[in-house]
Each structure stands twice: as structure tokens, then as C-alpha cells.
């Protein structure tokens, strides 16, 4: 680090006492010594991979996590998800912290807009002591309306708003089988289902007889009995067998126990703890909106309640930005009305004594609650997401929305002298709403708190007081602080990548729009907030879908594009997006039916695949070497090996994720956890293993000199050096390189992963194959979450992916990017009901020419700074 970078400060405030680093050694930190000020916006930045959240968040925050906690009781210590402890020297200066960093919803449906802002206890509050009640209905407490509580979920849905039934059909899909033919096809499979068969048998039933012979009675009993009778039975016997057996007094097999196909699925969906058990037996279950409460969830008394003629649920659906208005006016009535009663007659104030005291206070109690309420919400629709209601669940929420609620709620919680550390708060913002956002950051600022946020857009960091660029590159060739200091000071900083963006002289070249050599459509779409939309797309071209954050984008790309191609082509789309879980089967809200279709031939286009940014794995045991593929080539190369053929090694014994050659002490993990009881958890090299997941038999097999553990170690640029030979193991390494992470290493766990990164990988082994410039590429944002240089390189990759042939469609938020489209499609003009529309379509300087859509002015600017301009092609 320059010494400068020491010594300056923001000019136009006065600094606090610094935060100082020293001896930073987290992930690929080079012990970095840091000093940065208190009270200012301090911007981390760097190339995807440089260190930058290892630093702000694995280093600062993790640390201010640490010493709050030692001020916690020690039992709930253990009740907080910990950050763990940072590989540091020391941290000195630094205030408490809160965290706000991308995450993807939960899985329950139970978890909101209004239960993660809080928001929905003020509004419970408001039906509870200023709603209207009927005549003669007692009040209710807020209790009673949750969804979440015995007191108020509905009676008959608990609170779900649909109702799951098992119908004959789904049980019995081939009537013309017998219950030995596996008839009944909800029941298990393997030994429990003989044992239900035979003691159906036992029960006096005939398994051998077409289920649709059977009597009705036997049918009914069969499924829907509630009874669970225990009998000793002969194990399969046809029904007269087992009668002669029983009164030749032969000895009973065992002793069974009878369920009904019903019972047994909604009992096994309610209790297994087994996922892939839970998702079979949920393809039994039907779901119909609940009879009592229709889908609202609540029960009947509370939803007799109303605040503007509206029940609590209808309340709860209504977009934020109409809530917003909704509330001032009963605000204002309820105000004037107060008004109007202190002004009221002597006399008719003693006529109505009783009636006129209760009307008062519950006007007084909405004017309170209902300011309160208008005070919340106010940041979330200035952060660009009035167009989610109260009611929206968090499975239908992205990282940046709910990072953004969280903004919001913070801005409300009046709290000061902390440090706000932010992974990105402007990832999913169209250039409109970056605006907002830093409004909101200065209102944080300027209440004396601080801000380290995490960012790769240019315009936050013209923005910041403070900008620490990590870097020069990323991996093993980052983790050093390139500079430290007010922004304009990074122009000095040769080595900087940032540099050339924030000041100029680095970028995209110009790009002249492709003329595309056929086009298709896409008709009559109905998704979300989209309601009649059609629209032409180019094939053979580079297609980027841009608009405020809302406004339908991933709705159209992701959402229907590769279903109705993949329908169009009559082949499924290729999607890696995880099968639910859990709850999540039934508990996450269904989703809209989609409808649409493609219009005309798709010239060239054999096949679609999505790719997102969804991580490649959920736990450690995913990596980079096993999602592309090229673990399988590598094991079988040490199992070829002829000490490997000598001792009988397989390639499984090669693996560390089953039984066999890895550590038995980790199971194949490398660090074992040491549970600290009250302190964080601490995971710690595993003692026998020393880190390299397999038993030292296994680490004895050499491939050209090198141990499977020492592959694994290999970052993806170091392995394409050693395996130069090996084309298969070759083809994926340099697909990776293409991509831009070659600083990865080929072990390196999934869940250490960016979103970007994820993305990156998966495009890298879909860049494997043999490209036949026959497929239609879908990204959503691809670009999040990059640094400029990163985005730079993955463009202009797929722009070699449309030099083959094929098709590349996007979402995309980033007008520097969008002028290196061919094709612009703009949805707006706003978000939620306000947006579904196509409002602009054509090349980014057509786009830009039109003066009248939320992107004009960026994009033009974008253009503007290309030089020389790039033709505009007409289509």
C-alpha cells in the first residue's frame, strides 16, 4: 500500500478515529495491514475473487461479530449463527456491525414482506385496536391475525390457505392391477410394501384380484381407513394360502401393522426426515384453496375485520406503493374526523358518551399506528420495490430484494455509531434506483453511522468517501491492497484494473449491431406482471432485456422463454436449479400458470439451456472439479496408474465422497469441527489427514508425480500446465480459463462460490460441448455481481457463442454492457402492475434515440462514452 493511502482522508467532513486492520490473513489475504475511516462510505472493490468480502466481511464484520457476542449471555450465545473468527492480528476502532449480505429466501411460505420488515406487526396491531368490527363481535388481539398462531391461522388449513387431499386416482392410477401388482401405488416400495400386502391378506382382502373388482367397501377401507390394526400374518400368501395356513395352525412369518394409503402419506409427508421421501409421496397430494378461509389463511372472525373496507389479507396484497397512498388517506380522514369531534355539541357529546369515547380512540390509534406504518414502508418504495406487497413470500424474492428490505428496515431503526457492511446493495437495480439507494446509504451516513460496502458499480464509487481496491487479480494473485483513499486518489494507481473504469480508458469496444438472420415470436405471454405480451427476438444474435427492477424482465427470460422454446422444440429445458425440500413442497406459493406460445419456426435452434446464478451445490462436497466433470477423467487417470491396478483401486477409491480411500476421521471433509460450546465453532485441519480428505494408502498413488490431494489443490490455470496431454481433462480446464477463473482451485468447495462465479461455471461446462451453433443460450443478469474487467471478458465471450451460430438472450441491467448487444428489448415503464409492457425495442442507439424510456439517458450516456460511436444497424 502507498503511503498516501494512509494519509488521506474524505476534504469535506471531519474524520472520526479510524478502523485499523493489521495482519489480515482470511481466504487469500497476504497479511494486510488497513486503516480506513469511521463515519464515511467506504467502498471495497477489486475483480471477482480479489478478496474483497474476505476482507469486509470474513475480517471486519466477523471480528465486530465476535466481541458483541462475548457480551451475550452465554446461552444465547449459542442461539446466534455466527460469523466464526477471523484470521487477523488485530482490528482496533471498529464499532458493532450489521450485516447485510445477498441471500436467497427461505423455503417457508410462513416468512413475508411484512414478517422480515417487521411490518406486520404494526399492521396486525392496527386490524387489532382501529378496525372495524361487526356489530356485537368482541375485539381481537393482534395474535389473531397471524397466520403464524394457533389464535389466529385458520381452523382448517392451519394457516397454509390450501388444503392437501389424496385422491383414488392418484393412489390407484392403473385400476386394472392388483394390490400384489402394486396396485395401490402410493404405498412404499421394497419390504415395507410386501408387509403392508401382507397383512392386507391377513385382514381377510384378496390381493390377487384387478383392484377395480374389488368391492367398493374394500376399495374405501384399503385407502382411507384411519385405523391401524396389528395381526400376525404369513408372508406372501395368496388369501386362500394364508387361510390354509392359519387353520393348519402353521407358525405366523411375523407380525404386521396395517396403514391406509392415505394415512400413509400425509402421516410420511408430516414426520420423514427424508427429503427424497417427502417429494415421493407429495406427487400423491392434491392442492385446492382452502374451503374456509378461500386462501387467505386466516380464520373466519378475523377476516371480518376491516380497515378501508379491507380485511387484513386483502390489506396484505395490495402493492406498497398503493398501500402507501391507501394509508395517508385514512390517515387524513381519521385526523379530520378527530377534528371535527372536538368541536362537537355539549349536548350530543353526552347523548353519545359511550359511542363517541371508543370512535375517538380508535381514530387516534389509526392516525398513530397509521403514520408509523406510512414511515416503514416509505424506504422500501424509495428503494425501487413498491411493487411487493406485504404479503409476497421470501421463496419469491431475490437476494438484492431482500438485501434491500433489510436497508430499508435499518433505515427505520433509528440505530447510530454502527458500521453497515453491504454485499452489494445495487446487484437487480436498474441505473434508476442505484439513485435512490444512495440517498438511502446517506441517510444512514448521516446519522452517524458507517458504511463498508462491498460494490462493483462505478457510479457508488464515484460516489464513496473512502475506496479500498483489492486486487491486482484474483485468487492467489489477489489479496493485496492496491490503494486506500478519497476515490479520485485511485487515478494515480497504475497496477489498479478499477482504474481505467472509474476514470476512463478501459471498457468494451464498440460494437456494430449484428444484422440478425431470422427472427421468432413469442405470443399472448401471461406470467406475473406480464399480461398479453408478444414480442419479437433475433436468432443468431446478442438480445439484452433491460428495465427498472420489477418491471417483468426475468418473468419473460426466465421464467417463460425457456419453457415455451423448450415445449416449441418438444424437449425439456436444461435447468440445474435443485428439487424442493422439505416444507418448501407445500408451503412455498404456487406459481402462476404460464401461457403463451412461439409463433414461426425456429431457424437453427435445436435446443435451450438457462443458466443462473443458483449455487452448484449446497454443501463443501460440491466443487468446481466435480460440476464440470473433469474429477471423473482425474480419478480414472490415478486408477490407471499400475500401483493403483496392483492394489486394486477403482476410480471411487479416488473419491471423497464415498466410503473407501477417503479419511475416515473427516469423511472426506479435510477439517474437522471443534464445537466451543458458547464461543463460535472453530473448524480445524482434520488431525489424521492434515487437510487432504483421503487416507494416506491413497495419497500413496502418484500420477505423474503428483497425489490426488495435490490436484485438487491445483488452481484451474496450474492444471492446464500439468495435464496438457489429457484433451478431455484439457477441455473443461481451458472452458473455465475462457470464463475467467483460472484462479480457482480445482477443490475448491461450492459454497465459497460468488453468484457470479456459479454462473461462470456453469457456462464454462456447457462451453464444453461440442458447439454446433444450434442452441439458445438464457442468462439472467449475468453480469452481477462483476467486476467490470470479469463482465468484460464474459461478454465478449458470448459474443464468440453468437459468432457460431447460436443465440444469446439476457437480462441485463448494466448499459455499458447492453451497448454490446444487438437487440434491446425494454419492459417498463415501471414495476409490479405498473410494468408487463414492452415499451422500447430495437439496437442500444435506437434504444437510446427514443428519449422517452427509464434507460434512455443511461444508455445514451453509455453510448456517448464509447469512442468512436458503434453504426446503428437496422433491423
Not at 395517508?328 to 358518551?353: C, F, Y
Request: some cysteine; aromatic content about 6%.
Amino acid at each position: 500500500m502507498t503511503s498516501s493511502a494512509r494519509t488521506h482522508r474524505p476534504q469535506s467532513r471531519e474524520i472520526q478515529p479510524d478502523v485499523r486492520v493489521v495482519g489480515a490473513r482470511e481466504h487469500n489475504l497476504r497479511n494486510i495491514d488497513l486503516t480506513v475511516p469511521r463515519d464515511a462510505m467506504v467502498v471495497f472493490t477489486g475483480v471477482s475473487g480479489s478478496g474483497k468480502s474476505s476482507l469486509a466481511f470474513g475480517t471486519l464484520f466477523a471480528e465486530s461479530q465476535r466481541r458483541y457476542l462475548e457480551s451475550v449471555a452465554p446461552y444465547a450465545r449459542r442461539l446466534i449463527d455466527q460469523a466464526g473468527v477471523p484470521n487477523v492480528d488485530s482490528i482496533t476502532g471498529m464499532p458493532p456491525a450489521v450485516a447485510l449480505q445477498q441471500q436467497r429466501g427461505g423455503s417457508s411460505a410462513r416468512s413475508s414482506v411484512g414478517s422480515i420488515t417487521t411490518v406486520s406487526s404494526l399492521v396486525r396491531m392496527l386490524y387489532s385496536r382501529a378496525g372495524r368490527y361487526p356489530e356485537g363481535q368482541l375485539m381481537l388481539l393482534a395474535e389473531d391475525f397471524s397466520t403464524n398462531t394457533v389464535e389466529g391461522a385458520c381452523p382448517e388449513c392451519h394457516g397454509i390457505g390450501r388444503v392437501y387431499e389424496v385422491p383414488e386416482d392418484s393412489m390407484v392410477p392403473d385400476p386394472t392391477l392388483t394390490i400384489r401388482e402394486r396396485a395401490i401405488a402410493s404405498w412404499p416400495t421394497a419390504w415395507h410394501g410386501h408387509q403392508l400386502r401382507d397383512t392386507a391378506v391377513a385382514l381377510g382382502f384378496d390381493v390377487d384380484v384387478p383392484w377395480k373388482d374389488l368391492p367398493q367397501s374394500d376399495r374405501d377401507w384399503l385407502l382411507y381407513t384411519e385405523e391401524t390394526p396389528h395381526l400376525p400374518v404369513h408372508s406372501r400368501l395368496t388369501l386362500a394360502e394364508a387361510r390354509e395356513a392359519a387353520d393348519a395352525g402353521v407358525e405366523p412369518t411375523y407380525s404386521g401393522t396395517f396403514v391406509g394409503a392415505r394415512k400413509y402419506i400425509l402421516d410420511t409427508f408430516a414426520n420423514t426426515k427424508s427429503a427424497g421421501m417427502k417429494r415421493r409421496v407429495a406427487g400423491f397430494l392434491s392442492v385446492a384453496p382452502c374451503p374456509v378461509c378461500h386462501g387467505k389463511r386466516l380464520k373466519p372472525e378475523a377476516l371480518t375485520v376491516s380497515i378501508a373496507g379491507l380485511d387484513i389479507a386483502e390489506f396484505s396484497s395490495l402493492p406498497l406503493r398503493e398501500l402507501v397512498s391507501l394509508l395517508k388517506d385514512t390517515v387524513a380522514d381519521a385526523r379530520a374526523s378527530l377534528d371535527a369531534s372536538d368541536h362537537a355539541d355539549a349536548a350530543d357529546e353526552q347523548d353519545e358518551a359511550d359511542i363517541e369515547h371508543v370512535s375517538a380512540e380508535k381514530l387516534a390509534t389509526t392516525v398513530r399506528l397509521g403514520e408509523g406504518l406510512i414511515d416503514r414502508l416509505r424506504p422500501i418504495v424509495d428503494l425501487g420495490l413498491g411493487y411487493l406487497s406485504l404479503g409476497r413470500t421470501t421463496p419469491t424474492l431475490s437476494g438484492g430484494e431482500l438485501q434491500r428490505l433489510r436497508l430499508a428496515t435499518q433505515l427505520t431503526s433509528e440505530l447510530f455509531g454502527v458500521v453497515y457492511v453491504l454485499d452489494e446493495p445495487s446487484a437487480g437495480l436498474h441505473p434508476q434506483d442505484v439513485t435512490a439507494l444512495m440517498d438511502i446509504l446517506d441517510g444512514l451516513k448521516s446519522r452517524g453511522n458507517s458504511l463498508f460496502v462491498v460494490e462493483h458499480s462505478v457510479d457508488l464509487m464515484r460516489h464513496a468517501d473512502w475506496l479500498v481496491d483489492i486486487g491486482p487479480g484474483a485468487g492467489e494473485r489477489g489479496g493485496r491492497v492496491l490503494y486506500s483513499g478519497p476515490t479520485e486518489g485511485l487515478a494515480e494507481i497504475e497496477e489498479s484494473i478499477t482504474r481505467g473504469y472509474v476514470f476512463g480508458g478501459r471498457g468494451l469496444e464498440p460494437h456494430a449491431p449484428r444484422r440478425p438472420h431470422a427472427w421468432f415470436r413469442v405470443e399472448d405471454i401471461r406470467r406475473n406482471n406480464l399480461r398479453d405480451v408478444s414480442v419479437e427476438l433475433p436468432l443468431g444474435a446478442l438480445t439484452a432485456v433491460t428495465g427498472v427492477s420489477g418491471s417483468g424482465k426475468s418473468s419473460l427470460v426466465s421464467q417463460v422463454l425457456p419453457v415455451l422454446v423448450g415445449e416449441h422444440l418438444g424437449r425439456p429445458t436444461q435447468n440445474d436449479e435443485p428439487e424442493p425440500e422439505g416444507d418448501e413442497l407445500l408451503l412455498t406459493d404456487e406459481p402462476e400458470e404460464l401461457e403463451g406460445a412461439v409463433a414461426g419456426e425456429l431457424t437453427g435452434i435445436r435446443r435451450v439451456v438457462s443458466i443462473d446464478q443458483k449455487p452448484i451445490g449446497r454443501t463443501p462436497r460440491s466443487n468446481v472439479a466435480t460440476y464440470t466433470g473433469l474429477f471423473d477423467h482425474v480419478r480414472r487417470r490415478f486408477a490407471e496408474t499400475p500401483e493403483a491396478k496392483e492394489r486394486g483401486y477403482k476410480p471411487g477409491r479416488f473419491s471423497f465422497n464415498v466410503a473407501g480411500g477417503r479419511c475416515p476421521t473427516c469423511e472426506g471433509e479435510g477439517s474437522v469441527m471443534v464445537e466451543l460450546l458458547f464461543l463460535p465453532s472453530v473448524y480445524t485441519e482434520c488431525p489424521d489427514c492434515h487437510g487432504t480428505r483421503y487416507q494416506s494408502s491413497t495419497l500413496e498413488i502418484l500420477w505423474h508425480g503428483h497425489t490426488i490431494a495435490e490436484v485438487l489443490a491445483m488452481s484451474v490455470e496450474e492444471a492446464h500446465d500439468f495435464f496438457t496431454e489429457e484433451f478431455d481433462i484439457m477441455r473443461s480446464l481451458t472452458a473455465l480459463i475462457d470464463v475467467g477463473l483460472g484462479y480457482l482451485r480445482l477443490g475448491q468447495p461450492a459454497t465459497e462460490l460468488s453468484g457470479g462465479e456459479a454462473q461462470r461455471v456453469k457456462l464454462a461446462s456447457e462451453l464444453q460441448r461440442s458447439q454446433r451453433g444450434d442452441t439458445l443460450y438464457v442468462l439472467d443478469e449475468p453480469t452481477s455481481g462483476l467486476h467490470c474487467a470479469d463482465a468484460d471478458r464474459l461478454i465478449t465471450h458470448l459474443q464468440t457463442l453468437v459468432d457460431a451460430g447460436n443465440t444469446v438472450i439476457m437480462v441485463e441491467l448494466d448499459m455499458r454492457i447492453i451497448t454490446a448487444a444487438d437487440h434491446v428489448i425494454e419492459l417498463g415503464p415501471g414495476a409490479g402492475d405498473d410494468g408487463g409492457t414492452v415499451i422500447a425495442v430495437g439496437t442500444p442507439a435506437q434504444i437510446a434515440a427514443t428519449g422517452d424510456t427509464p434507460s434512455t439517458a443511461y444508455l445514451a450516456a453509455a453510448l456517448q462514452a464509447l469512442h468512436p460511436q458503434p453504426s446503428d444497424s437496422a433491423r
